[in-house]
């Protein structure tokens, strides 16, 4: 059994940051992902890490958004800077046990397990 818990979301205005986590409890997953929903539309995968550390961003993030992982600690992170209003969102992390490669991020049945997530919002 493997659960994945969302923390640090929040309101800020556009140009600030904020630093999500995930942390998960059960049996080790080594490729995860941060995915995102906003009201209206379709999931869309942000970014990707697989098992060796590989990471895969979303057009729209890149240069903006860095994750990363702590094996150890068991904690997925998705750092955000530079956060624009069109960055509003409910935002998931989702892990499976294989390698997650960039088809995912438009087919997120792929991933097994999810978050409930944390809610995002960026005022202008």
């Known amino acids: 059994l493997v659960q994945l818990v969302e923390s640090g979301g929040g309101s800020v205005q556009a140009g600030g940051s904020l630093r999500l986590s995930c942390a998960a409890s059960g049996v080790t997953i080594y490729n995860k992902a941060w995915f995102r929903q906003a009201p209206g539309k379709e999931r869309e995968g942000v970014a990707l890490?697989?098992?060796?550390?590989?990471?895969t961003y979303a057009d729209s993030v890149k240069g903006r958004f860095t994750i990363s992982k702590d094996n150890a600690k068991k904690i997925l992170y998705l750092q955000m800077d530079s956060l624009v209003p069109e960055d509003t969102a409910m935002y998931y992390c989702a892990a499976r046990w294989g390698r997650v490669t960039t088809g995912i991020m438009t087919h997120p049945d792929g991933m097994r397990w999810w978050g409930k997530g944390t809610l995002v919002t960026i005022s202008p």
């Open positions: 890490i697989d098992d060796g550390g590989t990471t």
